[in-house]
């Protein structure tokens, strides 16, 4: 698989509402604040400052949501961090700052939603999310999350489901049980960043494409550099995660890029549809490799998975995710794939997103370690709202300290693939 400064020939390409095509960068310009990568970190960062009044210049090296944001599995789920990792943030920073980054995780989802009710955005979005389990643990897990978040006074309804009731939720026999999430959902990603930056742009974001960074100047007086142009702003922010490189030398190797891929079948025919996902509810397990799906607006199974930490491309996406779909739904053998496609996330070794700052004008938030649509979303905000003067919730992020591993993805993806592989065989065994 070839990456190109288009879209991928992804599902999501196919049925975009409107085809960017923002102007490069060339010549100089002036800011306040200059955002460099147009995914939803980026984009969620530059529409936030721009409701504040802020003069903001958006630079992507591709297109908007060219990376993941654009290809990801489109489900919707709040929370930024693994509940283990709040409570060691708990433990030590305090209570406060656990409470802080848990009440961030609360409020993610709504981010996203009332920026979809504000611009009248149309990203397919449904409401119901359904965690699935293959073994004991997963129901045990599943019946202490609900009881944890109860006790927080959580908002949204969740429910179990028995083994007996699994065929109101899924036509699988795969699965021992499930729990079902009234308040999270899926989506059309990219139909969701394009949409959120023509409102920056609304606001009047200056949104420059094809536009690759080539140097970033930090301190007082920072500019973003690019091919064909420079850009001098009082402050940047950085937002390419996955995609960043080597664009910054001062975040190389701060997060590690692993592979996710995705197969669309046809269109499926009503009755089928509704047998394969009753409920219509984006779908997940719980394993490190765990499988997603859910079905698109046009009724295709969307099917994802493969988290590949290696670093490589599988020769054939379809060949590599087909076999797992028909394993869930042997129903759809003999559908045909009509798209495949793939790229990467970021992840951070301490699996807790990195924010921070370089000499005191350049901000960055990344490593989301395939959390998704709501934590980048909420991540621009906080961002946004650093920028302006409220550092509670950044503040927090940025005590954490994060290791870099050396070497870069040469050194750090056959490390990391080793650590999944033995997370692997412990599900196995």
């Not at 070497?407 to 592989?421: D, E, I, S, T």
């Amino acid at each position: 698989m070839r990456d190109t400064t288009e879209h991928a020939n992804s599902y999501y390409a196919a049925t975009a509402n409107w085809q960017t095509d923002y102007p490069k960068l060339v010549g100089e310009h002036r800011c306040d604040v200059a955002v460099v990568g147009a995914g939803f970190t980026g984009v969620s960062a530059a529409l936030h400052l721009a409701e504040r009044g802020y003069d903001v210049a958006l630079i992507e090296a591709n297109r908007v949501g060219w990376g993941a944001s654009g290809r990801n599995g489109g489900q919707l789920i709040d929370g930024i961090v693994e509940v283990d990792k709040i409570g060691l943030i708990g433990k030590r920073f305090g209570n406060e700052a656990a409470e802080v980054v848990r009440k961030i995780g609360v409020d993610s989802r709504d981010v996203v939603l009332e920026k979809i009710k504000r611009y009248s955005i149309n990203c397919d979005l449904k409401f119901g999310f359904l965690d699935v389990a293959l073994s004991q643990g997963d129901l045990d897990y599943f019946q202490s999350e609900i009881a944890r978040k109860n006790a927080n006074q959580y908002p949204h309804k969740m429910e179990l489901v028995s083994k007996e009731d699994m065929h109101t939720v899924i036509g699988s026999d795969r699965y021992i049980g499930g729990m079902v999430h009234h308040g999270n959902g899926h989506l059309h990603p990219l139909n969701l960043c394009i949409g959120e930056a023509r409102a920056a742009e609304e606001r009047g974001t200056r949104i420059f494409e094809q536009s690759k960074v080539t140097r970033i100047v930090h301190g007082d007086k920072p500019k973003v550099v690019t091919v064909d142009g420079v850009v001098h702003a009082k402050k940047v922010v950085l937002a390419g995660n996955a995609y960043l490189g080597k664009s910054e030398p001062k975040l190389y190797g701060q997060v590690i890029p692993a592979g996710s891929y995705i197969i669309a079948t046809e269109p499926l025919d009503a009755d089928l549809a509704k047998e394969l996902l009753p409920r219509d509810m984006a779908v997940c397990d719980q394993r490190v490799g765990l499988d997603y799906f859910r079905l698109s607006a046009d009724k295709r199974m969307l099917f994802g998975g493969l988290c590949n930490y290696s670093g490589r491309h599988p020769k054939s996406i379809s060949g590599a995710i087909q076999p797992n779909m028909i394993k869930v739904f042997p129903q759809l053998k003999d559908v045909r794939i009509d798209y495949e496609w793939g790229g990467y996330i970021a992840i951070s070794i301490k699996r807790i997103p990195q924010f921070g700052r370089i000499q005191g004008n350049t901000w960055y938030a990344q490593g989301y370690s395939g959390h998704g649509v709501a934590p980048t979303h909420i991540a621009g905000q906080i961002l946004a709202d650093a920028i302006a003067g409220d550092m509670e919730r950044f503040d927090v992020f940025e005590k954490i300290r994060h290791w870099k591993l050396p070497g870069g993805k040469w050194f750090a993806n056959p490390v990391l693939a080793l650590g999944m592989l033995y997370y692997r065989l412990k599900e196995i065994f």
